[in-house]
């Protein structure tokens, strides 16, 4: 039997998004490198009083789905259906075997949910069936036929309504296996027209929903506004034995020697893995995987690099940039540089165009220059809250 969980987020992202233009849905559109649907999801999970997240997408977005939600524990997708609000009924009945008492339904689309608005709502769940953030309309209301102002409406005791809206959960299933037939704007009016009792809380400016391109500028600008850039760097040495390929940067390379190390030895990797950390304040390399520990021993690079990105993102932060130099005489590195780039790209779930690789020689000089052991520096800029 699963574990049952006092309260399940429903995170509905099967819309196509595609008033904010420029092809990708809204939902999978960059806010400062990260997903708007990942900062919801976020939000979602750092929250306490929240158990597994539940989140809706229309199959057709199913990669892009994956790779937003890279190294995430979230539940199995549901494929929404051809309403918002049949992929809320999917949603609703795919949580059916973890028998939640609550659960709260949020838009994909409104990233900067505070954690005062879910706990409001959940407090008030325990008094009323459900609960929404809400806050008054602010401008004067006109109503507008074919262009012209026909009508002043009247505003008082108006409010818009936000999300997430929370429910008990046997409640809003009922009530929307009831309304399948049925159209409405929103998961409460569907509460509403079973009469359940829908109280309101207090919502915030900060929880707008993204619509169009100007929202999304908006976004940027808030987030910019809201994170700090932070650059680390860092520098690894390994010295060659006896072998027939290197590691460097994730990629094979056939050599005549092998780099001695208690892992697999990626210079590259390792240094980034030290500039990320770096950047972050989170100790170093040999904090996180000591080379004493034997489970380490043999380990492939590529885990110590993701485990920085987690913890990075475990902040709240994303990685903006990376930039690694590889110090050697040999092996050549110019033929293999895109595969290293594309290799981080894919570990660190950043866009291609953000990762840098280069290479020198010392002219001889130095270790390098002897060809005893390769080097590798490497800087990296984070962008935390």
């Known amino acids: 039997m699963p574990t049952r969980h006092d309260c399940i987020a429903i995170i509905v992202a099967a819309g196509q998004g595609v008033r904010a233009g ?7 559109r ?3 490198g990260k997903p708007v649907l990942r900062w919801a999801i976020e939000a979602a999970r750092a929250h306490p009083r929240l158990g597994a997240i539940q989140v809706v997408i229309a199959e057709e977005h199913a990669n892009l789905y994956a790779d937003a939600v890279a190294d995430l524990d979230l ?3 549901v494929t929404g259906g051809s309403t918002r609000q049949a992929s809320v009924l999917h949603a609703l009945e795919a949580v059916e075997i973890f028998d939640p008492h609550a659960v709260l339904i949020h838009d994909a689309a409104r990233p900067f949910v505070s954690a005062e608005i879910i706990t409001a709502v959940c407090t008030a769940l325990g008094q009323h069936d459900a609960a929404i953030p809400v806050l008054p309309v602010a401008d004067t209301l006109k109503q507008v036929t074919q262009g012209r102002i026909t009508r002043t409406l009247p505003r008082d005791g108006l409010h818009s309504a936000q999300t997430p809206q929370g429910f008990r959960y046997r409640a809003i299933l009922e009530a929307h296996r009831a309304a399948a037939g049925d159209h409405f704007t929103d998961d409460a009016a569907i509460a509403e027209n079973a009469g359940l009792s829908v109280v309101g809380v207090e919502g915030s400016r900060m929880n707008f929903k993204l619509t169009t391109q100007e929202d999304l500028m908006i976004a940027e600008r808030l987030l910019a506004s809201r994170s700090v850039p932070r650059t680390g760097s860092g520098f690894d040495v ?6 027939d390929h290197v590691w460097l ?3 094979e390379i056939p050599h005549d020697q092998g780099l001695e190390g208690h892992s697999d030895a990626d210079v590259g990797l390792h240094a980034l893995t030290d500039a ?3 950047a972050a304040a989170l100790g170093d390399i ?11 021993k043999g380990a492939s690079s590529h885990v110590f690099l993701a485990h ?7 902040r709240g932060g994303e990685i903006g940039n990376v930039d690694i130099t590889i110090i050697c005489e040999r092996p050549k590195v110019s033929p293999h540089r895109d595969a290293m780039a594309r290799r981080i790209a894919e570990i660190l779930h950043i866009d291609r165009d953000r990762v840098s690789v280069k290479a020198t020689t010392t002219e001889g000089l130095g270790f390098t220059g002897r060809r005893e052991g390769i080097a590798a520096q490497a800087t990296a800029t984070v962008i935390l809250p």
Do not use: E, M
Request: with cysteine; net charge positive; charged share 15%.
């Open 22 to 28: 420029k092809g990708l849905p809204k939902q999978y």
């Open 30 to 32: 960059p806010l400062l």
């Open 75 to 77: 539940l199995p997708p």
């Open 238 to 243: 390994h010295r060659f034995c006896a072998g």
């Open 249 to 251: 940067c994730g990629v």
């Open 276 to 278: 990320i950390l770096g």
């Open 286 to 296: 040999g904090q996180h995987f000591p080379p004493s520990d034997p489970n380490w």
């Open 308 to 314: 920085a990105a987690k913890l990075v993102r475990g």
